[in-house]
C-alpha cells in the first residue's frame, strides 16, 4: 500500500469529489478492507450504490480487490490503495471537480447554521483575517496540516477500536492563503474596483 496517492487524472479527481466515495475511502481505511455489503450497513447507503462508487473508484485506480481475503472466486473484497489521498492545488480540473463541490457544501453548511435543530456544538464556521509575513503563513499552514493529520489519524484509530460506534462524516474545508491574491487571467475585479473608487 501507498503511504499517500497524488491526485491528479480527471477521473480520479471526479472519483474522489463525491462525498459518498470518500465516505467509503474512510470506512476503508477503518476497516482494512470490505466488501459492498459491509460498506453498505457502515454507510447506510444501498448495497448496490456502493458497488457502483466502488467500481468508479477502481477505474480510477483508488481501490482494488484483496482477493486474500475473499471467501471464493466470486466475493469481491476491496482496500485502499493508498492509506491518504492528496490534491494538489494546481492539478487541471482541480478547481471544477474538488473546489467547487467543497465550497458549495460550505456554503450549504452555513445557510444551515441557524436553522432550528442543527447541531451547533460540533462545528464551526470561521473566517479570519491575519497580518501574517510569509513565514508566519508557512508555519500556520504547516500547523493546521498537522492538526488535520493528528485528528485524521485520531479518528481511524477510534473507529477501528469501536467499529459499531455510531458516526457521521465530518469535513474540514481550510484555505490558507494571501488574501489581496488578483483575479485569474489579470484582470481586475469589477466589485473590487467599485468599491475602492466609491463607485
Same mark, same amino acid.
Given at each position: 500500500?501507498l503511504d +499517500?496517492?497524488?491526485? /491528479?487524472? #480527471?477521473?480520479?479527481l471526479? =472519483?474522489?469529489?463525491? #462525498?459518498l466515495?470518500?465516505?467509503?475511502l474512510?470506512?476503508l481505511?477503518?476497516?482494512?478492507?470490505?466488501? @459492498?455489503?459491509d460498506?453498505?450497513? @457502515?454507510?447506510?447507503?444501498?448495497a &448496490?450504490?456502493v458497488?457502483f462508487?466502488?467500481?468508479?473508484l477502481?477505474k480510477?485506480g483508488?481501490?482494488?480487490? =484483496?482477493p486474500e481475503? @475473499?471467501?471464493d472466486?466470486r466475493?469481491r473484497?476491496?482496500? &485502499?490503495?493508498?492509506?491518504?489521498? +492528496?490534491?494538489? #492545488?494546481?492539478?487541471?480540473?482541480a478547481?471544477?471537480?474538488?473546489?467547487r463541490p467543497?465550497?458549495?457544501?460550505?456554503?450549504e453548511?452555513?445557510?444551515?447554521?441557524n436553522? %432550528?435543530g442543527?447541531?451547533r456544538?460540533?462545528?464551526i464556521?470561521a473566517?479570519t483575517?491575519? =497580518?501574517? +509575513? #510569509?513565514?508566519?503563513?508557512r508555519?500556520?499552514?504547516?500547523e493546521?496540516e498537522?492538526?488535520?493529520?493528528?485528528?485524521g /489519524?485520531a479518528s481511524?484509530? @477510534?473507529?477501528?477500536a469501536?467499529p459499531? =460506534?455510531?458516526r457521521?462524516?465530518?469535513?474540514v474545508l481550510?484555505v490558507v492563503?494571501?488574501?489581496?491574491? %488578483?483575479?485569474?487571467?489579470g484582470a481586475p475585479d469589477?466589485?473590487?474596483?467599485a468599491?475602492?473608487?466609491?463607485?
Open positions: 500500500m +499517500t496517492l497524488r491526485v /491528479q487524472d #480527471p477521473a480520479a471526479r =472519483a474522489i469529489a463525491h #462525498p466515495r470518500q465516505r467509503i474512510m470506512e481505511a477503518a476497516l482494512g478492507h470490505a466488501r @459492498a455489503a460498506l453498505a450497513r @457502515a454507510t447506510g447507503e444501498p &448496490n450504490a458497488s462508487h466502488l467500481r468508479v477502481a480510477a483508488m481501490v482494488v480487490e =484483496a481475503h @475473499a471467501r472466486r466475493d473484497v476491496w482496500t &485502499n490503495v493508498a492509506a491518504s489521498y +492528496t490534491v494538489d #492545488p494546481g492539478t487541471p480540473t478547481v471544477r471537480d474538488v473546489v467543497a465550497l458549495a457544501w460550505a456554503e453548511s452555513f445557510r444551515r447554521a436553522q %432550528p442543527v447541531e456544538e460540533d462545528r464556521l473566517l483575517a491575519l =497580518a501574517l +509575513t #510569509p513565514e508566519q503563513a508555519e500556520m499552514a504547516r493546521v498537522a492538526l488535520l493529520d493528528r485528528w /489519524q481511524l484509530d @477510534a473507529a477501528r469501536t459499531d =460506534a455510531q457521521a462524516t465530518y469535513q481550510a492563503a494571501p488574501r489581496d491574491l %488578483p483575479p485569474a487571467g469589477a466589485e473590487a474596483t468599491a475602492s473608487t466609491g463607485d
